[in-house]
């Protein structure tokens, strides 16, 4: 059984409202009390429920910041539909989500939005991090003065986080793969087409579709790896101009945003290749529905928003830890008849 309040306050041999104000930040407390009153909360595994952790932060805002690399990538409007859902649970519990999106899809601009969070004074942060020493030093700046990170759609090597949400980036490369191998011709020319490498998970998947092409398609040939930024301006450039120069091409593959330009390039091209992509956007979806996409894989954009503001008001409201730092989606297969 759970052990209560009160329990603890006997333990620690103070009265139930030192043990609140130790607890809960609520007045002061001498330091070594509240220490002692900690460690011994810690170690009976003592935790308030929800309603009394409610009540007793009752006047306390809870801030979170939330970087999207979001702009001109569709994406993301499901991911924030699900952060928004969970908002609206969490109606009453006095969390407030400032959500930004950098100008551009580089460290530099990240590290502003992220400053500019922390100055703002936000207590945990959600973020698509781009995965560079510059961004892991300053997240991990942030853990160290106690505000909670929560890696969202993107990974981020050397940075001890609270939980990582989303695709598991090198699988769904492998499946890519797999699929190319059923649906492109043997000895298929293939041009792979990414948002950045700086994205760990973009260059997971890369890798993971790299990997099996190796092993099981030998003779396929990746003519070429494009970043586009997720940007549909500039993969509509980068693809036309590709296809421009070499048009003997069997299958692209659009691995993240930007889908919709490259699409737009090749329809204004001769180029008549096979066309795989991530993330059912409208506009993907009614290239499926028209045929002009194959199949489309699905990483369940609207759980992983849901899921991050769970995670992290969960960890906010009762300081609780997610039980994996790893919370990975699903990836699905959708083909015209799926629809």
């Known amino acids: 059984m759970p052990i209560t309040m009160q329990?603890?306050?006997?333990?620690?041999?103070?009265?139930?409202?030192?043990?609140?104000?130790?607890?809960?930040e609520r007045g002061r407390?001498?330091?070594k009390t509240k220490d002692r009153i900690c460690q011994l909360a810690k170690t009976m595994g003592y935790e308030p429920d929800l309603a009394a952790?409610?009540?007793?932060?009752?006047?306390?805002?809870?801030?979170?910041?939330?970087?999207?690399?979001?702009?001109?990538?569709?994406?993301?409007?499901?991911?924030?539909?699900?952060i928004q859902s969970a908002i609206d649970e969490l109606n009453g519990f006095n969390i407030e989500v400032t959500t930004r999106s950098p100008e551009h899809l580089n460290a530099s601009c990240q590290l502003k939005v992220i400053d500019d969070l922390y100055q703002e004074g936000i207590q945990a942060l959600i973020i698509t991090p781009l995965n560079v020493p510059e961004i892991a030093d300053r997240l991990n700046a942030l853990i160290a003065e106690g505000i909670a990170v929560v890696a969202l759609t993107a990974d981020i090597l050397g940075v001890n986080y609270l939980s990582y949400v989303g695709c598991n980036h090198l699988k769904s490369g492998q499946i890519t793969a797999n699929i190319a191998g059923l649906i492109a011709p043997p000895g298929a020319r293939?041009?792979?087409?990414?948002?950045?490498?700086?994205?760990?998970?973009?260059?997971?998947?890369?890798?993971?579709?790299?990997?099996?092409?190796?092993?099981?398609y030998p003779d396929m040939q990746v003519l070429d790896i494009i970043e586009n930024q997720d940007d549909d301006f500039i993969s509509y450039n980068l693809v036309h101009n590709y296809i421009a120069d070499h048009p003997a091409i069997d299958l692209i593959v659009f691995a993240a945003g930007g889908s919709t330009g490259g699409i737009r390039a090749i329809q204004d091209s001769s180029c008549h290749c096979r066309i795989i992509c991530f993330d059912l956007t409208s506009h993907n979806r009614h290239y499926l529905e028209e045929g002009l996409i194959s199949c489309v894989l699905c990483q369940e954009p609207y759980t992983q928003g849901y899921q991050a503001l769970k995670l992290l008001s969960?960890?906010?409201?009762?300081?609780?830890?997610?039980?994996?730092d790893r919370y990975y989606t699903k990836t699905e297969i959708l083909v015209k008849n799926s629809l």
């Not at 329990?7 to 809960?24: H, P, Y």
């Not at 969960?314 to 994996?324: N, Q, V």
Request: hydrophobic letters at 40%; aromatic letters at 6%; a positive charge.
């Open 53 to 82: 952790k409610t009540l007793a932060s009752k006047n306390k805002i809870f801030r979170i910041g939330c970087i999207l690399n979001s702009r001109g990538n569709t994406f993301f409007n499901d991911v924030e539909k699900g």
């Open 29 to 31: 407390v001498n330091q």
């Open 314 to 324: 969960g960890y906010l409201l009762l300081g609780k830890s997610p039980d994996t």
């Open 7 to 24: 329990e603890l306050a006997d333990m620690a041999g103070v009265s139930r409202a030192t043990v609140d104000r130790a607890l809960n």
């Open 190 to 216: 293939i041009l792979f087409v990414l948002g950045s490498k700086s994205l760990l998970g973009h260059s997971q998947r890369l890798e993971g579709f790299l990997q099996i092409l190796n092993e099981s």
